[in-house]
């Protein structure tokens, strides 16, 4: 093959993995765990553990500038009630025990671990998802968009809790150094690797193209 046409086709597959990366941060469309699907799809009936004789009771909470009314378990977290009850399934639940970062979601600006927070300890609080950072026209968020650019995520799973960190700290500190968002995004594990694809997509965004490490 000439190294015109290797060039050719390595830059197909450039394109192509663009394209799904860029799919899966605009709809944080990734599957989640088996070991969640198995305790989760049973639906938005209780877990293992929930006490016998728990009663939901009907609250409102603000998602995403929206107020929406939900009947609550009193031992239910909110990674639950987002993704079972309002169908925001963009925040991801992995570890299911406040380790990995999956299910990070902000809270008047600051990033809690959903799976490890208590929906009732939410009320009057503003919760953002991942779902609540697009514009108003369903365009990307710049870190999202950051995030496309530099072909950050790999299987994606990760993904949503990374942007949502992402942000938080963006939104805090709006020129971080590299070490600066390393420290800041160290609760948001990645099982793929792709820490230095998030650490360029967030130097990005900040503006500071002088830290952005390709071919490290
Ligand atoms: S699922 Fe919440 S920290 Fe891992
Ligand atoms: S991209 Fe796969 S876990 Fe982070």
Request: aromatic share 4%.
């Amino acid at each position: 093959m000439s190294d015109t046409s290797i060039n050719a086709e390595m830059e197909a597959r450039r394109v192509s993995r663009r394209e799904f990366i860029k799919r899966v941060i605009a709809s944080g469309a990734v599957a989640s765990s088996a070991s969640f699907v198995m305790g989760g799809l049973a639906g938005c009936s209780p877990r293992p553990g929930t006490v016998a004789g728990s009663v939901e009771r009907l609250i409102s909470l603000n998602v995403n500038g929206q107020l929406r009314r939900v009947d609550v378990l009193p031992q239910e977290t909110l990674a639950m009630t987002l993704r079972y009850k309002l169908g925001l399934t963009g925040t991801k639940l992995s570890c299911d025990r406040a380790e990995c970062g999956a299910c990070t979601v902000m809270i008047e600006g600051t990033t809690y671990y959903s799976c490890s927070t208590l929906t009732h300890s939410v009320r009057n609080r503003k919760v953002t998802t991942i779902e609540g950072l697009r514009g108003p026209n369903g365009e990307l968020h710049p870190v999202q968009q950051a995030f496309v650019d530099e072909l950050g995520p790999q299987c994606g799973f990760c993904t949503p809790g990374q942007v949502v960190a992402a942000v938080a700290l963006l939104q805090k500190n709006p020129r971080p150094t590299r070490e600066e968002a390393r420290h800041a995004m160290s609760g948001n594990l990645c099982r793929c690797g792709a820490y230095d694809n998030y650490l360029n997509a967030i130097m990005r965004a900040a503006g500071n193209t002088a830290e952005i490490h390709h071919g490290a």
